[in-house]
């Protein structure tokens, strides 16, 4: 009996402890656009046509590139437009090359993106003008104290015939947090299900 008791005395001190964190967890909201220039490439990193580009390769050429935030919404408000420079890797898309950790970086303002997946590539001609667009999934992470990792979305497009400006933003949700709801209801049916134990125990005691 006591056995029983000590094991649903445990349980509930971990719901609890579950619930809390749940309670008290905040995801990032809002949204961060930023703006640079890029490369259109081949698998080998050689400048190429839109037809043929399998990778971005975001301005100064070479290993990663450079962009400014143009706007910010939520969580992001606090960071400084058009001065404030973060840092981006270059990347292939078909296929891609992910996930890549720290994607873009903005560590004097402690967030940072981690790219999980390319999710659709659109190339259209209109005109003598090219233009590319790219959405995928990630991970919006923060070292600022109480913001937990959020997923969220990426997008992309840019003008990829002069290959001199590209613009696109990344929205945050809530989705993977666990809702104190949805806790507090996993948690009365776990300690009601260890309550019916001990009922049955004591019958089963009470009839020998």
Same mark, same amino acid.
């Given at each position: 009996m006591n056995s029983v008791r000590k094991g649903i005395l445990g349980l509930a001190? =971990?719901?609890?402890?579950?619930?809390? #964190?749940?309670?008290?967890?905040v995801p990032i909201t809002? *949204?961060?656009?930023m703006a640079g220039s890029f490369k259109l490439v081949d698998t080998s990193g050689n400048l190429?046509?839109? #037809?043929?580009?399998?990778? =971005? @390769?975001?301005?100064?050429t070479g290993s990663g590139g450079m962009f400014a935030v143009v706007g910010a &919404?939520?969580?992001f408000s606090s960071i400084s437009l058009f001065t404030t420079?973060? &840092? =981006? #890797?270059?990347?292939?898309?078909?296929?891609?090359?992910?996930?890549?950790?720290?994607f873009w970086n903005l560590a004097s303002d402690g967030f940072s993106f981690d790219l999980l997946s390319i999710d659709s590539?659109?190339?259209? *001609?209109?005109?003598?003008? @090219?233009f =590319? *667009? /790219?959405?995928?999934?990630? /991970?919006?992470?923060? &070292?600022? +104290?109480?913001?937990?990792?959020?997923?969220?979305?990426?997008? /992309?497009?840019?003008?990829?015939?002069?290959?001199?400006?590209?613009g696109w933003s990344s929205t945050t949700t809530a989705k993977g947090?666990?809702?104190?709801?949805?806790? +507090?209801?996993?948690?009365?049916?776990l300690l009601g299900f260890g309550l019916v134990r001990v009922r049955n125990s004591r019958r089963g005691s009470d009839a020998g």
């Open positions: 001190i =971990i719901l609890f402890g579950l619930f809390s #964190a749940g309670a008290y967890a809002g *949204s961060i656009a190429t046509s839109l #037809a043929s580009a399998t990778g =971005i @390769d975001f301005a100064p &919404t939520g969580e420079i973060g &840092t =981006i #890797a270059d990347f292939q898309f078909d296929p891609f090359s992910g996930p890549i950790n720290n590539v659109d190339k259209q *001609s209109v005109g003598a003008t @090219d =590319i *667009s /790219l959405t995928g999934s990630g /991970l919006i992470n923060s &070292t600022i +104290a109480g913001l937990d990792a959020t997923f969220g979305s990426w997008s /992309l497009s840019g003008d990829a015939t002069n290959g001199i400006i590209f947090v666990p809702e104190p709801s949805t806790l +507090a209801l996993m948690g009365i049916a």
